[in-house]
């Protein structure tokens, strides 16, 4: 590529990433005002920066403003690991439920609730984000000891792991109603009543996660072909399926501590960021992480009317939108 078409292509992204910004910052203004009540951008900030304790400012402080800032973070971290596995898997229907992560943290919720009376979200949120952590080691250890850790093993045993663990889930609630009634909403996938020390809490674990994906852009570039390409081109290809893997295992596994089981954005959101922003990695996570963040904004704003005045699971939204969209990506191979 020539110096002036690379800069007008660099303008091009910068342009790009600008407008998702601006539509990100939108979004969320949207979250923070919209829902079963409406309330003005003045509203908004004067309940941030001169609380008066009044029910407005309650609601967009401890209610609202909670969930604006939750919905991007799961969705840009989402986003990032979707890209990530479906690199390593060389395959454009992978996603990190693919790994079977939230098959894995959902089986550890429940497991905790039924087993050891675990209730608070604090407590639930923190076993989810184990639970996704031990599977993704579950299913790496599985792959190193069945032949080494190929894309297409590591996939089949996650989607294996994913199954067995959906199944035991479905078993446990099934025997305890009381129990599937108090979980099924999370199990979902939700914002609703997050406090914001859950946004606190995943930042660092979001931050670790994208930050290990950045630093390996250049590799993924090589990767991308074939094992055999990457490795000519001096790419430690075992390392960086191992820190990738770490990379999905903390982005997913903090997103789902937040929010629950949001299905499907992985899937959905690096085919559109592969759109505007090409193949190379690093414009392509960067991207990925907006549009995750604007999607699940979106959604969780959706999710408020589509079955007004109760509010639906943003989960199921986002599972409806990806479902729709497997089923076209599959009519396109199939074709």
């Not at 000891?145 to 199944?167: D, E, F, H, N, Y």
């Not at 979902?188 to 009543?193: I, L, N, P, Q, W």
């Not at 922003?277 to 392509?284: D, E, F, I, S, V």
């Amino acid at each position: 590529m020539t110096a002036p078409r690379a800069r007008s292509a660099r303008q091009s992204f910068a342009v790009i990433i600008a407008g998702l910004a601006a539509l990100l910052v939108a979004a969320m203004l949207v979250s923070a005002t919209v829902g079963y009540r409406l309330y003005g951008l003045d509203q908004l900030y004067q309940a941030i920066f001169a609380f008066d304790g009044s029910e407005a400012a309650t609601v967009l402080v401890n209610l609202r403003l909670p969930r604006a800032i939750l919905a991007p973070m799961v969705g840009a971290g989402l986003g990032v690991a979707g890209v990530l596995v479906q690199t390593l898997s060389r395959n454009r229907i992978a996603s990190p439920d693919t790994l079977g992560l939230n098959a894995g943290a959902s089986l550890a919720v429940v497991l905790a609730s039924a087993t050891l009376g675990i209730t608070s979200l604090t407590g639930l949120s923190l076993v989810a984000a184990l639970g996704a952590l031990l599977t993704s080691m579950l299913v790496f250890a599985i792959a190193a000891g069945a032949g080494g850790i190929s894309p297409i093993r590591i996939v089949l045993i996650g989607v294996t792991i994913a199954g067995l663990g959906q199944s035991v889930v479905q078993l446990i609630l099934t025997s305890n109603e009381a129990q599937m009634q108090n979980l099924l909403f999370w199990l979902a996938g939700s914002f609703v009543d997050r406090p914001m020390a859950l946004a606190i809490n995943g930042l660092p674990f979001i931050a670790a996660g994208g930050a290990i994906a950045f630093a390996l852009v250049r590799p993924l570039d090589a990767l991308q072909a074939d094992d055999a390409t990457a490795v000519s081109l001096g790419v430690p290809v075992s390392l960086v399926r191992i820190g990738c893997f770490l990379a999905i295992s903390l982005l997913s596994g903090a997103a789902v501590a937040m929010a629950g089981p949001v299905s499907f954005v992985g899937l959905v959101v690096p085919h559109a960021a592969r759109r505007l922003a090409g193949l190379r990695h690093g414009p392509l996570m960067l991207a990925a992480a907006l549009i995750g963040a604007i999607y699940t904004t979106l959604a969780d704003v959706l999710a408020r009317f589509v079955i007004y005045p109760v509010e639906a699971p943003v989960g199921a939204v986002t599972a409806v939108v990806g479902g729709l969209v497997l089923v076209l990506l599959l009519r396109g191979r199939a074709a």
